[in-house]
């Protein structure tokens, strides 16, 4: 029997998933190489931004649309530490405030656009896009390995047309794994094998200890493990909204620490639009840094494929999302990472400041 759901006469039913934005957050907004003299346009969270390095070197990151007639400072040029815009001549300050105008000897009052708050943290530069005097470096998320040399860490940004909360519950529910990435790094032991799950203010844990599992395609390549079966831990801290990161041990079955094959991944959740995100992605591995081409060879092919994997399956869901975000939807018991995510995203919704008030 199909038991067809409509929403009562009246009631406006909420979306499935959340599409508000979080902005009293810090945002991955670059890697710290990106930023150069040459100005670099991004859009986060919907605002176009142009980011810029002074003289100094310090990062720099203005709205990207001037305020005389909204052309893209992005495509201006430098002088010092100021950006002159290319269409009429208008020059701003790093700060944001119109310094020149060209033919008169006043500037407007008025006359600035936004600057946005940085923080730079070893490869990436981190965005406050909300109030900026709530902006509170220490709330950056501490993520003390990406510091470490005795990591191999290998970079990649890609831009997808999928929203961002779709991006979330995929990395949410890693039983996708068993088929999505059937032929890479799913096996069946991931989707059979519960999870642990907890929630600790704006973080959310997912825990999945799997023993004796299969070694999956991948794996074998790069751990030369081809005999025999592993232990496979996947151990998700999720710090919402921006931070997801997902630490990975394969071991032989049953053996210590001194045989396993650490990999630690940042997955940088930024917002690009409602409907596209940047996964700004730093893979850290325990094994491979005496091994520089083969890592380049064969460990970033590897994880360049499952994201593509991952990429196909998030933009069919995207197209695939009625209009107006809600449908009947059904969760079962590895959805519980998933469920609490949600709810720890709408309660920091509910605790935005005024001026970045977003009605769901
Ligand atoms: S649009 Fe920038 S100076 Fe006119
Ligand atoms: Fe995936």
């Given at each position: ?26 945002y ?32 720099t990151?203005?709205?990207d ?8 400072l ?7 530490d ?12 790093a ?64 831009t ?6 779709l ?74 909204p ?12 049953g ?19 409602k ?17 520089p ?6 460990i ?45 995203f ?15």
């Amino acid at each position: 029997m199909t038991t067809i759901s409509r929403p009562r006469a009246g009631a406006v039913p909420r979306a499935n998933l959340p599409e508000a934005f979080i902005y009293d957050e810090w945002y991955v907004a670059a890697w710290a190489e990106e930023i150069t003299r040459a100005p670099m346009r991004r859009i986060i969270l919907d605002e176009p931004i142009v980011f810029y390095r002074k003289v100094d070197g310090t990062a720099t990151a203005l709205i990207d649309r001037c305020v005389h007639r909204a052309y893209p400072l992005s495509v201006g040029a430098l002088d010092g530490d100021k950006i002159v815009c290319g269409y009429h001549g208008f020059v701003y300050d790093a700060g944001g405030a119109c310094v020149l105008v060209p033919g008169q000897s006043t500037v407007p009052r008025s006359a600035a656009v936004r600057a946005f708050p940085l923080v730079e943290r070893g490869p990436f530069v981190w965005i406050w896009m909300g109030d900026p005097e709530r902006a509170d470096a220490s709330t950056v998320p501490e993520l003390p390995w990406i510091h470490d040399g005795a990591w191999h860490h290998i970079k990649d940004l890609a831009t997808i047309k999928a929203r961002y909360a779709l991006l979330v519950d995929n990395l949410m529910d890693l039983s996708h794994e068993t088929f999505i990435h059937g032929a890479t790094i799913g096996s069946m032991d991931i989707v059979e094998t519960p999870t642990t799950t907890e929630t600790d203010g704006n973080i959310v844990r997912v825990g999945r200890h799997m023993e004796g599992a299969e070694i999956p395609a991948n794996f074998k390549r790069y751990t030369g493990l081809t005999d025999g079966t592993i232990d496979r831990w996947q151990d998700i801290e999720y710090h919402v909204p921006a931070c997801y990161t997902l630490h990975i041990r394969v071991a032989p079955r049953g053996a210590g620490d001194d045989q396993a094959f650490f990999t630690k991944i940042v997955y940088a959740l930024t917002p690009e639009t409602k409907h596209s995100t940047h996964l700004i992605r730093l893979i850290s591995k325990s094994f491979g840094h005496n091994q520089p081409e083969w890592v380049a060879s064969t460990i970033s092919r590897a994880h360049t494929q499952v994201l593509e994997e991952d990429r196909v399956a998030l933009e069919l869901l995207e197209e695939n999302l009625p209009a107006d975000g809600h449908w009947q939807e059904l969760s079962v018991n590895f959805d519980r990472g998933g469920l609490q995510w949600r709810r720890v995203f709408r309660q920091r919704l509910g605790q935005q400041s005024e001026a970045n008030e977003t009605i769901e």
